[in-house]
């Protein structure tokens, strides 16, 4: 990206096209480090509270975010935009991270994946009323496709212990700070905010929203053994760093509902790598439900009414 002071795409520039190398390169680290992230959890969860697993993470991330803007260039945003990025950073870094670890905590894998795959539903249905994005069809048809392969995955991971009511209500607030961070973030993205300064600015909002877990972070680095610390440094540098960088990369240049239904991907790819990885071999059901949102992504990123209007324009 050029050095220049962040500003306003202009109004009649050509538009990013969605389907375009650098994008879907982009989108494809993005799904492929946030699927690597249930692999972390898995292995640095037992050993951290939440919020002292939250607070790990964050605190690498902003760090390996610095040195991402330090190289890319700080762009400062305009300070009519500084509180709707300290609240885009607390409620994505912050409240989301800890409500999503404490859910995995009292809900099994299954439950958790399905509640809080609400959100891309979420996004596609207020971008289209709140952002202008409108209902594309294949949007429309796609994500509730991807979504019933994440219902497949979840009943077939479910360990039919039954609801708990807390990890529920977790659960589904970590859903609704995916979904409104995603629109928050794509509305300041569209306000001329620097996607590279932001994400680190937000991450560093969410690591100071984090210190209260300072205590518990150091007790638990104590008797935590150094490969769960690693998971967690992992978890900080790649799915945080790296992986909200892409994303913002993808989100600025396509819509807000298609940029969240690629993250439908994600259970797919966790299930290969929990497969390759921790050995745990995934059932029929779980295949075809990966299959149906590998199915529903593809879906999404038709451009069926494009190719209706070159039809009608053709010569006749």
């Not at 870094?93 to 891309?120: I, K, Q």
């Not at 991807?146 to 589904?172: N, P, R």
């Not at 994400?199 to 210190?211: E, K, R, Y």
């Not at 992986?243 to 993808?250: D, M």
Request: proline share 6%.
């Amino acid at each position: 990206m050029p050095e220049v002071t962040a500003r306003p795409a202009a109004p009649n520039g050509p538009a990013p096209r969605t389907n375009a190398p650098l994008t879907l390169a982009a989108a494809a680290i993005t799904v492929v480090l946030w699927a690597s992230a249930f692999i972390g959890i898995r292995g640095a969860g037992p050993h951290f509270d939440p919020g002292a697993l939250a607070l790990l993470r964050m605190a690498v991330g902003a760090l390996a975010l610095g040195l991402i803007v330090l190289r890319h260039g700080f762009r400062l945003p305009e300070r009519r935009h500084w509180l709707l990025i300290v609240a885009w950073g607390i409620g994505w870094f912050c409240v989301y991270n800890v409500a999503l670890n404490s859910a995995e905590r009292s809900l099994d894998a299954g439950t958790a994946a399905m509640v809080v795959n609400l959100a891309p539903l979420m996004v596609v249905v207020f971008s289209g009323l709140f952002l202008g994005e409108g209902f594309p069809r294949p949007l429309l048809i796609g994500a509730p496709i991807a979504f019933l392969g994440v219902v497949l995955i979840g009943m077939s991971s479910s360990t039919g212990e039954g609801l708990d009511i807390t990890g529920l209500s977790l659960a589904l607030l970590a859903a609704v700070m995916y979904a409104g961070c995603t629109l928050l973030q794509k509305r300041l993205l569209t306000s001329g905010v620097d996607a590279t300064t932001l994400t680190w600015l937000g991450a560093v909002a969410g690591t100071v929203a984090l210190l209260p877990w300072t205590g518990r972070l150091i007790g638990d680095l104590q008797t935590a053994p150094l490969d769960a610390v690693l998971w967690v440094v992992y978890l900080g540098v790649f799915p945080t760093a790296v992986a909200f960088t892409t994303w913002a990369y993808v989100l600025q240049r396509t819509s807000a509902g298609q940029t969240s239904a690629t993250t439908y991907v994600v259970p797919a790819i966790a299930i290969v790598m929990s497969w390759l990885i921790l050995g745990e071999v995934p059932t029929l059901v779980m295949f075809l439900g990966g299959a149906l949102c590998l199915l529903g992504v593809v879906v999404t990123r038709m451009r069926w009414g494009a190719a209706r209007r070159s039809q009608s324009n053709r010569p006749r």
